[in-house]
Every structure is written in C-alpha cells, then in structure tokens.
C-alpha cells in the first residue's frame, strides 16, 4: 500500500511540475510579471516536494530490502524469487497505468479543444 502511495506522489508531483514547466515556458514576453512570480513559486514549492518525495521514496527502497530479507527467511527460492517479481511489477505497472491516465486525460483536453474551436 505505502508502494502505491509513494509512486503515485512521485508521478502527481512530476505532471504538475511538468505543467507549471510548460505554463512558464508559454508566457510570452508581455506576460505580466505576477503570473511569472506566481508560477515559479509554484515550481520552486514542487521541486522541494519533489525531493522530499525522492527521499521518502529511497526510504521506502531500505524498508523494501530489509522485509525481502526477512521473508528470504522464510519462504522457499522459488517462492521468494515470485515475491520480488511482484514488488518489481507492482510499481512499474503503477507507473504505467499514471501514464496512461495522464495520455486518456490529454487526449480529452485536446478533443474539447477541438470540439470548441468548431
């Protein structure tokens, strides 16, 4: 559960910083100054939640190997070698399936866009 959590935080805060990213880098040249402010404080507030999220993240990696080492203890090769396939898999299919909302959700975006812009 803390897995899924931890993966989730890490992928929420990369889209938003990615998003206020992009929001920066579109301001034109006449953009008024107070949106820039508010944006790169919004960047400056993800970066370190971000960071702290990495830190959470690594921690979670120590607690991970010293649970594998201690179902090690008890559970057969086989079985052990299916435990740690399982941990592996998780979070990559976490990681895949945010992606994919995130595309599901662009793609709608651009379809409103569209439909608007008839």
């Given at each position: 559960?803390?897995?899924d959590k931890v993966v989730n935080l890490l992928l929420s805060l990369s889209g938003r910083l990615a998003r206020v990213e992009t929001a920066l880098s579109s301001l034109g040249p006449h953009?008024?100054?107070?949106?820039?402010?508010?944006?790169?404080?919004?960047?400056?507030?993800?970066?370190?939640?971000?960071?702290?999220?990495?830190?959470?993240?690594?921690?979670?990696?120590?607690?991970?190997?010293?649970?594998?080492?201690?179902?090690?203890?008890?559970?057969?090769?086989?079985?052990?070698?299916?435990?740690?396939?399982?941990?592996?898999?998780?979070?990559?299919?976490?990681?895949?399936?945010?992606?994919?909302?995130?595309?599901?959700?662009?793609?709608?975006?651009?379809?409103?866009?569209?439909?608007?812009?008839?």
């Amino acid at each position: 559960g803390d897995l899924d959590k931890v993966v989730n935080l890490l992928l929420s805060l990369s889209g938003r910083l990615a998003r206020v990213e992009t929001a920066l880098s579109s301001l034109g040249p006449h953009a008024p100054a107070e949106d820039k402010v508010v944006l790169r404080e919004k960047q400056r507030l993800l970066v370190a939640q971000l960071e702290d999220a990495k830190e959470l993240k690594e921690h979670m990696g120590r607690r991970e190997e010293a649970v594998g080492a201690m179902v090690a203890r008890y559970l057969p090769a086989e079985h052990l070698q299916d435990y740690r396939h399982f941990v592996k898999m998780k979070s990559a299919l976490i990681t895949e399936q945010r992606e994919l909302e995130e595309k599901i959700k662009l793609g709608q975006e651009q379809l409103r866009c569209l439909h608007e812009s008839l």
